[in-house]
């Protein structure tokens, strides 16, 4: 798989793979291999929750039942930024500091759907050969989807595959330009935006909220004589966030230089997720956050279930269609075309 | 209706004298009195969108399609602010400038239903002594509701009903400490954050997002010894603003000073949305803003009902509670918890 465009066959060639599987139908393979942190058997079972095929949904929600008492250990960090700003050279270097500390690290990479990240998901596994190379590492882009929510289904699913198979550091990474940022910060404990000092210019990339939603910001790229032009923005950020209303936590949002060239906020930045992390322990949050996300989870799950119930219908894709028009024309009031399209499951 | 507990009643009372109103019935009374403006039956029109009864949501259907063409052609403004910022001064101040420009003015004011908020919304209707007494203005608070989406239903209808009756300018004032303000931000062309300099300790009611939604912001009781604290506040929001993404329209986020005691401000901050709409119609975004507002209008409406339909039935909201805590004490994972809950409606 060397470009963008072959992710789609490699998906569905993973899938045809995992069928010819005879194993696939015992989940005893699953969750031994998960049991013993096969890294092989983890990549197979992520592969299992992506698939649409019934048979497989019916072993990986066995699986994932499985999984849930043995899972939720983990620290999950998001990692948002624009494309170039260094996601990968910052993850891998973190990576590389967990490990040697004595974690076991997996990196999921989601929304690779976005034309703007197209090749640069793959690209981030070839680009991060340290990590990928290290027994303490796992690496998985995760693929697009046609289900509505299946990417957040299918990463959340991976997280806790990841955590039933021993990481017990979980990295999202995801592009910073799209629709993905709010579900990953819903699905992690800690979310870190990057950002490139000289922002003016690179600000036009990141959606607005974002920054609100960062629980970190990190001035990538702090070396090489751009080291006065990162403590300026860093500044500057600072002040700005300090009038902007506290998280809910009540934690300020820290602002850090970081150079993966030369190796330097690396480990402040580790020490910072710890440190945000020991502060909602103390104060229960943490238990509260993770609660809270399960059952958003579930209560999206149902939502998009009961969209893909109703839109299934062809029939209701249609007059969808027609109905928008009429809307847009200013023949029927929007409340009305909705009614008319629920029809009889109404009355 | 002095105080807030007696405002469900209020409504039921005015549901019921609705009722017994032959012309109820009659949409052509509606159509008429609107058509010549008639407050009154405005105000009896606001309550049949606001009713569940069946009937009524039959001929309020009929009368929002009626409303379709005629309406979309005011300038719509939404306020915002923690409770003490001196909405309703400056509403009062705000619509007797436009009045005297001119224009008739409707303000309408959501969420009533936050325990923050109770009776402060009553209060506003007495509070704009002068404008609820002109003959250009309408005041009118909405409801609290039991149908999900309810609020926001009623207060879009409310909106369009207020403009076929020839109001030019509606003001839609909330409390800025709930969930309505996206949904205000969503139905209204300029979205109005007020704030009080001093500002660090007053952040603490806004909610994380409403800032960035903002098209613009006002420091509010710049008076009295005040103003050299509100200018240095309008110079840090303005140089914190700068560092944030741009909205997707592009323009910059203007920062004001207003004074609803010695009248300054008011103006130009009128001056401010009337550029506002320049900008955005020049530019084909008026247009563009309003049509996907209709769209999400109907979405959200298909939504609420979808999810009306799903919970209407008993049974699953006991299924749902049971499942609910299966799913916190890590029995059964979320997704498959929701594909239990959906049973057979997916087969």
């Known amino acids: 798989m060397n470009s963008g465009d072959s992710k789609e066959a490699a998906k569905i060639k993973a899938i045809e793979e995992l069928q010819k599987h005879a194993s696939v139908q015992d989940l005893a393979y699953f969750t031994k291999g998960l049991s013993s942190g096969d890294t092989g058997v983890l990549s197979h079972a992520i592969s299992l929750v992506e698939s649409n095929v019934e048979l497989h949904r019916q072993i990986a929600n066995d699986l994932m039942n499985w999984c849930m008492p043995r899972s939720g250990k983990s620290i999950r960090v998001g990692v948002t930024g624009v494309p170039g700003v260094g996601k990968s050279t910052y993850i891998e270097a973190l990576g590389m500091h967990v490990i040697s500390l004595g974690y076991k690290v997996a990196v999921l990479t989601i929304d690779p759907s976005s034309p703007l990240s197209k090749g640069s998901i793959l690209g981030d596994k070839t680009r991060m050969t340290n990590l990928s190379m290290d027994p303490g590492a796992f690496i998985r882009p995760s693929p697009t989807s046609n289900v509505p929510g299946g990417v957040a289904r299918s990463t959340r699913e991976s997280i806790l595959l990841c955590e039933a198979a021993g990481f017990d ?61 990162a403590t300026h923005a860093r500044a500057e950020y600072l002040s700005a966030l300090h009038l902007f209303p506290p998280k809910d936590h009540g934690k300020a949002t820290k602002v850090g230089l970081v150079s993966s060239v030369s190796k330097t906020g690396i480990v402040e930045s580790w020490d910072n997720v710890l440190e945000h992390l020991d502060w909602m322990k103390k104060r229960g949050l943490f238990d509260q956050k993770r609660k809270a996300q399960l059952l958003t989870w579930m209560h999206e799950s149902i939502d998009n279930m009961l969209r893909h119930f109703f839109y299934g219908n062809p029939f209701r894709k249609d007059e969808l269609k027609k109905l928008e028009s009429e809307v847009l024309e200013g023949k029927i009031s929007p409340f009305d075309a909705a009614e008319k399209l629920m029809g009889n499951l109404l009355k």
Do not use: C, H, P, W
């Not at 870190?192 to 990141?206: E, F, T, W």
């Open 169 to 229: 550091v979980v990295i999202v990474e995801t592009v910073g330009v799209g629709q993905s940022e709010t579900t990953v910060y819903e699905m992690t404990d800690f979310f870190l935006l990057l950002m490139l000092a000289g922002a003016g210019d690179q600000l036009q990339g990141i959606k607005r909220g974002i920054m609100e939603m960062a629980d970190a910001l990190l001035i990538t790229k702090a070396d090489s004589g751009n080291e006065r032009a």
